[in-house]
């Protein structure tokens, strides 16, 4: 039996872009702390050039295209001109997600099942550039049989529901929410697709994800800038990538 690949890290660094234009001016860079994360274990860099570009912005990203010695992630929403620029910056991988300007933060997944064609058009124009497309959406078995049947070849499963429900102490909510992921993971691995996780991650929530064996990448920022403040932004991705190995440690002894 093949032994289990590690789980990649991506760090998402918007909000670190946000306490900067809270203030104004160039500190703290993005960049920078993309330089740190990859330092401590990173295996990838995720940003979200936004409509309203509330946190990175254009030269964001471009910056981050032209240093880093790993993959760049752009997540954006399907418009024209996300795609455009897309297409022209060419990062490694682009994360379409559902975007409102109303909303905090990136409240649900992409509803692929009503936009099909739309996003077959997004999808087919970002990999004829050479660019790797994921959607983000929640673990339903109609979602991802509508992400498999427009081409994506990846899929991130939204993890808020559940981990919302962990810091609410809600049990029964929370072991609800995860069986809906294994059962949403194990049918997009089926479905060929490569399946990645993320949202509201800590390290309990993302040791315990790390357990499961199709899921081969989580994308985590906010909360690694918030521990960033009280144990330094490397040592708390160090502590992250210390948990997820743990349980994919754990995942491949019960494999055996």
């Known amino acids: 039996m093949p032994a289990l690949a590690p789980i990649r890290l991506g760090i998402n660094v918007d909000h670190v872009a946000t306490l900067r234009n809270a203030r104004g001016g160039k500190h703290p860079d993005p960049l920078k702390a993309a330089e740190i994360a990859i330092a401590a274990g990173a295996d990838g860099i995720t940003a979200h050039l936004r409509e309203d570009r509330r946190h990175i912005v ?112 809600d049990v029964t909510a929370a072991a609800a929410e995860f069986d809906r992921i294994v059962r949403g993971a194990a049918l997009a691995a089926e479905a060929g697709l490569e399946v990645h996780a993320g949202h509201g991650l800590d390290f309990v929530s993302a040791e315990k994800i790390a357990t499961l064996p199709e899921i081969v990448e989580l994308n985590i920022g906010h909360f690694l800038i918030g521990e960033a403040v009280f144990e330094g932004l490397g040592d708390a991705i160090r502590h992250m990538r210390t948990a997820m190995d743990r349980g994919r440690g754990r995942a491949a002894g019960q494999k055996s």
Do not use: Y
């Not at 030269?59 to 297409?87: F, G, Q, S, Y």
């Not at 739309?118 to 959406?137: E, K, N, Q, W």
């Not at 991802?144 to 899929?155: D, F, L, Q, T, Y």
């Open 58 to 169: 254009d030269e964001d990203v471009v910056r981050l295209k032209a240093h880093l010695k790993r993959p760049l992630n752009l997540e954006m929403a399907a418009t024209p001109e996300m795609v455009e620029i897309a297409c022209k910056l060419h990062p490694h991988a682009a994360c379409i997600v559902p975007e409102r300007r109303t909303e905090r933060t990136t409240e649900g997944g992409l509803d692929v099942a009503g936009q099909r064609e739309a996003l077959r058009a997004a999808v087919g124009r970002l990999a004829g550039a050479g660019i790797r497309v994921s959607l983000f959406i929640a673990a339903e078995a109609v979602q991802i049989a509508a992400a498999s049947a427009i081409g994506a070849p990846v899929i991130e499963i939204h993890t808020g529901a559940w981990c919302d429900a962990l810091v609410a102490g």
